[in-house]
């Protein structure tokens, strides 16, 4: 039996990587599928972070240090006492989750539509999953890369309602990478698969994205890379490969530009 023309297409992979200045907004680099809303997975940590400083739940980059509770029978990398730096850089999914909870409903919805995030959609629902700590989790909220590149840019140039220290904090416990030509870059990445037409799981359609932002001297790109592969990926996570590949493609992309 053979495959339909749009079966074929539904299996084709997804890529995206769309780069912009920072000062003006203008595109620097676009290709790919930008304008289509996916779910955010650990990208969010960078709202999340936002909120967590901005409300006064997270102190510094050290403040405050949670306890791993085994109770929440998590993977290994994430069973640690976790604080605001380890959070990011390890990708700890309990402690957002925790930060959410203790914003509460109300104050995590509020934020997410003064934020303008995505599609603003934090009722949950996809896979049983509940609102509060997984709307970002292959569930209900979904964002396109277009709209990842606008929200950091508004993050950047401090046009979100948010205190400027908390803005600060923020940058400080974003993952840092070095790439050629001088160039240093943060970002987020986020993993997850994609959900098929009855909600559940789709392990061949693993979801990558990393989201940042880029300098060299005077020069300030924000940018977000998705790719959504056809296969499944047994080792490192696809996450990994999308961070890996922007940091060594974003130099070439942007020189004498």
């Known amino acids: 039996m053979s495959l339909s023309a749009a079966q074929v297409r539904a299996a084709d992979p997804i890529r995206c990587t769309v780069i912009i200045d920072e000062k003006t907004g203008e595109t620097v680099y676009r290709q790919g599928n930008c304008d289509q809303g996916f779910y955010p997975q650990s990208t969010f940590k960078l709202p999340l972070a936002m909120m967590g400083f901005d409300s006064g739940i997270l102190v510094d980059e050290h403040d405050p240090l949670w306890k791993y509770d085994p109770k ?54 996809p896979g049983n999953t ?15 890369a277009e709209d990842q590149v606008q929200f950091i840019r508004r993050f950047r140039i401090g046009s979100l309602p948010i205190s400027e220290r908390a803005r600060q904090m923020t940058e400080a416990i974003i993952p840092h990478f070095e790439a050629a030509d001088g160039w240093h870059i943060q970002g987020k990445t986020g993993s997850g698969w994609l959900r098929d037409v009855t909600g559940k799981t789709n392990y061949e359609r693993p979801l990558g994205w ?24 047994k080792d490192n996570p696809i996450s990994f490969e999308t961070r890996d590949s922007l940091v060594a493609d974003l130099p070439g992309l942007v020189a004498g530009q």
């Open 72 to 125: 929440l029978k998590r993977s290994k990398r994430e069973q640690q006492d976790t604080d605001p730096t380890i959070w990011e850089r390890d990708s700890i999914v309990w402690f957002s989750q925790a930060l959410t909870r203790k914003l509460g409903k109300r104050a995590f919805a509020d934020y997410v539509k003064r934020f303008g995030y995505g599609n603003q959609d934090v009722t949950g629902g």
């Open 130 to 144: 509940d609102g509060l700590t997984e709307s970002w989790l292959m569930s209900s909220l979904k964002i396109s």
């Open 210 to 233: 990393f989201v940042g932002w880029a300098t060299r001297g005077d020069r300030r790109l924000v940018f977000a890379r998705l790719y959504i592969a056809n296969h499944r990926y």
